[in-house]
């Protein structure tokens, strides 16, 4: 399949030649032309009109729980123990297959719809999940998230269900599908059962996801529990010795900074969630200035509660300068960049987050001709502080397009969100 996009204004988050401008050709799976004209001698099977529109790559959302659609709004304004343990988790409980699938369902549609073409996931019923993915044409990264305060023998089914699902879906749908393991965090696993997830982890050679300092109780126990804080005690269990993606990070001394960036190891931002449990900010400027891969994430839509990256983009540039009175601490290219390029480098993608020749056809456009994206002055800046999920209009993965004109093309919405509102009833009921 080769389309032309023709006349368009292509934000190619490419250091080396950030704006393109002309035609952006697209064979199969990858982009072969950004800017410029299309060869007189190429031919297109589709051809599409670029203008009034922004063309970048899709957006990269690095840390989730797509089946907690279902629980948005549920229960808010608490902390985070409370929040888990007295709401989410019992209903967590009830859930049945048919609840992840519609659930995740519901996701998948909100973040095509609002330009997220890759996202990271951790929950279980994982196969449930993947099925969704695979179906919805959306390129995603799964781990069977695991909780392991229980038996020692149900330790070992999870962990045996988390390593099997890793080993039977890693490159499937076409590639787009790719694992890690998640042990979910250092207060809900024991040190050897950590240790566990480290030794699948290099058998497999695949990474490792868990949550880390998320909160200021949870870095006590920590220390109370284990005589170390998280960032030393995943040390010391090797977790960092193998390549890892911390969801949080918000409680972090000068010295855990340094080991993180020693040990290449990468943090997803979670502003919007942070916020809303008041779990606190984390030291992005810090983290950067040391050389640490951040990237953004939305965390669950029940903790959020929405899957809006532009959101987290605009958050992760104000958010920082209100803290540290430093208007200039996170531009809004870096803000864009851990939206795009670095989400994709912190996921070990090396063929998304950018509109260059070579590269996965993932790309979103966005309708520029709106009264707050006018005049076109600068329009990174129009994307971080302007924009929201409501101006994608289109939408590619692997040069398929999944939105066209705001409508989605593989799944059925409308049944998706009568289906999500049943599951939702029965759950309560």
Request: glycine residues 6%; negative net charge; charged residues 25%.
């Amino acid at each position: 399949m080769r389309i032309r996009i023709k006349d368009g204004l292509y934000l190619t988050m490419d250091e080396q030649n950030l704006y393109a401008s002309g035609d952006l050709l697209i064979e199969d799976d990858r982009i072969i032309q950004v800017g410029g004209q299309a060869p007189e001698d190429w031919q297109a099977d589709e051809t599409i009109s670029g203008k009034g529109k922004l063309f970048m790559p899709g957006l990269v959302n690095t840390h989730g729980h797509t089946p907690m659609s279902l629980l948005r709004g549920y229960a808010d304004d608490l902390a985070l123990q409370v929040w888990l343990e007295d709401h989410m988790w019992p209903m967590e409980a009830k859930y049945t297959e048919q609840d992840v699938r519609y659930g995740s369902l519901l996701s998948i549609v909100e973040m095509i719809k609002g330009g997220t073409t890759t996202f990271v996931d951790m929950y279980d019923h994982t196969e449930v999940i993947a099925a969704a993915v695979e179906e919805s044409g959306m390129r995603a990264v799964l781990t069977r998230g695991v909780i392991g305060l229980c038996s020692k023998e149900e330790q070992q089914a999870k962990l045996q269900h988390a390593v099997n699902f890793a080993k039977e879906w890693h490159g499937k749908a076409d590639g787009r599908i790719t694992t890690m393991l998640s042990p979910h965090a250092p207060y809900t696993c024991p040190p050897d059962y950590i240790e566990q997830f480290v030794e699948a982890s290099r058998d497999l050679n695949l990474p490792i996801h868990t949550h880390m300092s998320e909160t200021i109780k949870e870095v006590e126990q920590n220390v109370k529990d284990y005589g170390a804080r998280p960032v030393e005690h995943l040390l010391k269990l090797g977790v960092f010795d193998r390549p890892c993606l911390l969801a949080h990070a918000v409680h972090l001394t000068d010295e855990e900074i340094s080991i993180l960036a020693e040990y290449d190891v990468r943090v997803s931002h979670n502003p919007g969630s942070n916020l809303k449990l008041a779990s606190g900010i984390a030291r992005v400027p810090e983290l950067l200035r040391a050389g640490v891969k951040v990237s953004l994430g939305t965390d669950s839509s029940a903790s959020n509660n929405n899957l809006d990256m532009f959101e987290e983009i605009r958050l992760a540039a104000l958010l920082h300068k209100g803290v540290t009175y430093d208007p200039t601490v996170v531009p809004a290219l870096t803000a864009l960049r851990m939206g795009t390029i670095a989400g994709a480098e912190s996921i070990w993608l090396d063929e998304v987050g950018l509109l260059k020749p070579g590269c996965k056809a993932d790309i979103i456009a966005i309708d520029i001709d709106q009264p707050h994206m006018i005049p076109h002055t600068d329009l990174v800046s129009h994307i971080v502080y302007s924009a929201s999920q409501h101006d994608v209009t289109d939408v590619w993965v692997d040069g398929r397009q999944l939105l066209k004109n705001r409508a989605l093309t593989t799944l059925d919405e409308e049944q998706i969100r009568w289906e999500a509102a049943r599951c939702f009833e029965r759950l309560n009921g």
